[in-house]
T-cell receptor, first 116, second 116 residues
Framework: AQSVAQPEDQVNVAEGNPLTVKCTYS??????LFWYVQYPNRGLQFLLK??????LVKGSYGFEAEFNKSQTSFHLKKPSALVSDSALYFC??????????????FGTGTQLKVEL | GAVVSQHPSWVICKSGTSVKIECRSL??????MFWYRQFPKQSLMLMAT?????????EQGVEKDKFLINHASLTLSTLTVTSAHPEDSSFYIC????????????FGPGTRLTVT
């Protein structure tokens, strides 16, 4: 069975500072990894994905994530946080191949709060 | 990117009544759609996979007779909460991959259900 851990319920960062939202995963075989963002009372918006290739993935709104196979991690990062980045962030995983279909397993989410 | 809509965005119903939530893919055809449930400040819980032209596949612990899913066409899936009770109050989100082999899913904006 696959699983995702987001160890921090909340991350606080000052505007202009770099931010990191942590994610580790467990899956059989190689993973497909995703980050989504959710604003209050809204659905999820796709930020970025890792499928294969370069371990550093760049996504929307200046976010990036680094896939680390040895540490089974996929931490989300941004060099300079904005107040508008404040939202709930979800990491998700599915195994490669078609055996699992497109079913995603989500982490518990990390609330990011960026303050002036 | 592909767009998924949901209707209604919020609904209030009385205990014992049924309520239907629609999920539509606006600019693509979706043979598969997913229904999630999200409690406040918690992760998304996959409820079921909706398959066009066949029965939905429910996750363990989800009552299929209570949460009726119909994938009526390649652009529409409906979730009917039957004999709703206050504990069914939640945020319901649907998603769909743009193609069967797509890596990512597109999420609807969600439906807030409140049962009084």
């Amino acid at each position: 069975a696959q699983s995702v851990a987001q160890p921090e319920d909340q991350v606080n960062v000052a505007e202009g500072n770099p931010l990191t939202v942590k994610c580790t995963y467990s899956v059989s075989g190689n993973p497909y990894l995703f980050w989504y963002v959710q604003y209050p009372n809204r659905g999820l918006q796709f930020l970025l994905k890792y499928i294969t290739g370069d371990n550093l993935v760049k996504g929307s709104y200046g976010f990036e994530a680094e896939f680390n196979k040895s540490q089974t991690s996929f931490h989300l990062k941004k060099p300079s946080a904005l107040v508008s980045d404040s939202a709930l962030y979800f990491c998700a995983v599915r195994p490669q191949g078609t055996g699992g279909g497109n079913k995603l397993t989500f982490g518990t989410g990390t609330q990011l709060k960026v303050e002036l | 990117g592909a767009v998924v809509s949901q209707h209604p965005s919020w609904v209030i119903c009385k205990s014992g009544t049924s309520v239907k939530i629609e999920c539509r893919s606006l600019d693509f055809q979706a043979t598969t759609m997913f229904w999630y449930r999200q409690f406040p400040k918690q992760s998304l819980m996959l409820m079921a996979t909706s398959n066009e032209g066949s029965k939905a596949t429910y996750e363990q612990g989800v009552e299929k007779d209570k949460f009726l899913i119909n994938h009526a066409s390649l652009t529409l899936s409906t979730l009917t909460v039957t004999s709703a009770h206050p504990e069914d109050s939640s945020f319901y989100i649907c998603s769909a991959p743009e193609r069967v082999d797509s890596y990512e899913q597109y999420f609807g904006p969600g439906t807030r259900l409140t049962v009084t």
